[in-house]
């Protein structure tokens, strides 16, 4: 009996990470291509267009290039499609923020993708806003067409 348990409970954990694997691969589907900022709001200031513009966000798998006005970052994504909200780990390894991870949350909608990120902490956002007092940007991106 206590046999049988066990494997029912592996088999349960297996095909949950099956659809994990299936919604993460979705995801970085949906995030493939190049990316531009419409939107961006900092601790309750939303940012005019013309301080981001030019920024731009290439995705390739789970690689990113970032390009802005401080120069071009480079590095790697995680997507975390089963946390509520979803979750993003973004480590840098070439540009000013070689070296930073930063912990944010996602959403990604066909050709709108959704960033929160608390970008001078270690800590992860609970909730998209980027409201005063939040220490919190929100940022919203366009895919371009091809």
Not at 61 to 67: E, I, L, M, W
Not at 92 to 116: I, Q, R
Request: net charge neutral; aromatic share 6%.
């Amino acid at each position: 009996m206590r046999k049988h348990l066990i494997l029912a409970l592996a088999a349960g954990l297996l095909l949950a990470a099956d659809a994990n694997d299936d919604a993460v691969k979705k995801d970085l589907q949906l995030l493939e291509g190049t990316w531009k900022v419409t939107s961006l709001e900092a601790d309750g200031m939303q940012l005019p267009e013309e301080n981001f513009k030019e920024w731009k966000l290439e995705c390739k798998g789970a690689d990113f290039t970032f390009t802005d006005t401080n120069g071009v970052h480079k590095g790697t994504f995680k997507v975390d499609p089963s946390k509520k909200p979803k979750t993003l780990d973004v480590v840098f390894t070439e540009g000013g923020n070689k070296g930073s991870t930063l912990l944010c949350l996602y959403e990604v909608e066909k050709d709108t993708f959704k960033v929160c990120v608390k970008p001078n902490s270690q800590e992860r956002p609970t909730e998209f806003t980027g409201k005063q007092g939040s220490g919190q940007m929100l940022e919203v991106l366009k895919k371009e067409k091809k």
